[in-house]
């Protein structure tokens, strides 16, 4: 891993993550344009424009990373798929959230980038205990979460999902360092 000045860069196997780059935005807008990838995310408003990517990499590329950070996460060979990023609520722990372009589901892409970030966070951020969620109609990314270490708190909560335009149960995990 190095670091430039733009934020880190972190590589595993088949994965590139790093911090988003305008050019990224037209690929991020195809994928978000999904409503079935925009539904399971808290944040993304559907539909989802070319507007809405280019203010997602200006926002990311302003954070502040002692606090919270973004990747596009790139297969190799293939460009951006997804995006992992962690941010800290005001009343929480720090917690990640991530999503892959449909094209990319079902092979080991997200759990190979938590697992990355994951030890990324643990080694170069010194973080010890990091919280993620998903929605219960999507178990599929509750595996995700599993397979890269994370254990069921027993808590659900009602988070917004600003593409649905309601609330939706979502199962809270953590994962300790």
């Not at 190095?2 to 991020?28: M, N, S, W, Y």
């Not at 399971?40 to 280019?54: E, F, I, L, Q, V």
């Amino acid at each position: 891993m190095c670091v430039i000045e733009k934020g880190p860069i972190i590589e595993t196997r088949r994965l590139t993550l790093r911090t988003p780059r305008i050019d990224d935005a037209a690929r991020i807008g195809e994928f978000c344009g999904d409503y079935a990838i925009a539904k399971m995310t808290t944040r993304m408003p559907w539909p989802y424009s070319r507007a809405d990517a280019d203010g997602f990499v200006a926002r990311c590329q302003a954070q502040d990373r002692r606090h919270d950070t973004t990747f596009v996460i790139e297969l190799e060979d293939e460009g951006v798929v997804g995006v992992m990023g962690f941010f800290t609520p005001a009343d929480g722990h720090l917690e990640v959230g991530y999503w892959i372009g449909r094209p990319y589901w079902g092979r080991g892409v997200a759990t190979e980038a938590t697992r990355g970030a994951l030890a990324w966070a643990r080694s170069d951020w010194r973080k010890k205990v990091v919280v993620a969620g998903h929605f219960a109609d999507n178990p599929a990314s509750g595996q995700v979460l599993i397979n890269a270490g994370f254990l069921y708190t027993g808590v659900v909560e009602h988070k917004a999902s600003a593409a649905r335009g309601e609330s939706v149960p979502t199962r809270m995990m953590v994962w300790l360092a």
